[in-house]
C-alpha cells in the first residue's frame, strides 16, 4: 500500500469514526446527556469531555510534529501519571462545562485531527517510528475510536437498553 492510499485510508476511517459518532449522539439525545449512567457516576456529557481530552492531546502531539516541534507536555498537571488520575483531572475540567460547548468540543476536535493528519508527510502516515508515543505502530494502523467503540460503547448500549422500558 503507498502511502498516499495509507493516508487517505486514516482520513476515512476517522471520517467513519465521526459518522458513528454521530449517530450515537442522536440515539443518546440531549436530553438523557447530563444524567449519570453509562460510567457509573459519570454522564455521557462527561464520557464526551473524556474522550475529548485524550484526543486532543493526540491531536496536540501530531500538531507539534507537523510543525517540526518536540512533543508538548500534556494539560494536565505534571504529577498525574496514570490514567485514573488523568481521567479525573479531565472530568473535574469538564463538569460544569454547558453540554453544548462539551459537544462543539468533541466535534471540533475530529475536525483539527483529519486537518492535522491531512497536513503530515506521507511517510509519518506508514513509518511506524514516526511518533514515539505509539509505541512502534504507525498512524496506518491507529484506530481513533478503538477506546470508545472498545471500552466505552458497550456500557453506553447496555444504558440505553435499560432506559429503553
Do not use: C
Not at 137 to 146: I, K, R
Amino acid at each position: 500500500m503507498g502511502t498516499t492510499q495509507a493516508k487517505a485510508d486514516v482520513l476515512a476511517r476517522l471520517e467513519a469514526g465521526r459518522a458513528a459518532w454521530h449517530a450515537l449522539l442522536a440515539e443518546v439525545g440531549e436530553e438523557r446527556m447530563d444524567q449519570p449512567g453509562p460510567m457509573g457516576e459519570w454522564t455521557f456529557k462527561d464520557l464526551t469531555a473524556h474522550i475529548t481530552g485524550w484526543r486532543d492531546r493526540s491531536i496536540a502531539r501530531l500538531e507539534a510534529a507537523n510543525r517540526g516541534e518536540v512533543s508538548p507536555p500534556p494539560p494536565w498537571p505534571r504529577h498525574l501519571n496514570d490514567d485514573d488520575g488523568i481521567n479525573a483531572w479531565i472530568y473535574e475540567q469538564n463538569r460544569d462545562r454547558p453540554l453544548r460547548d462539551v459537544l462543539a468540543d468533541a466535534d471540533s476536535s475530529y475536525v483539527r485531527l483529519a486537518a492535522v493528519i491531512a497536513a503530515l508527510p506521507d511517510e509519518d502516515i506508514s513509518s511506524p517510528d514516526r511518533f514515539p508515543w505509539m509505541e512502534g505502530h504507525s498512524l496506518a494502523e491507529a484506530d481513533f475510536s478503538g477506546h470508545l467503540n472498545e471500552e466505552h460503547e458497550p456500557s453506553i448500549r447496555a444504558w440505553l437498553a435499560g432506559q429503553a422500558g
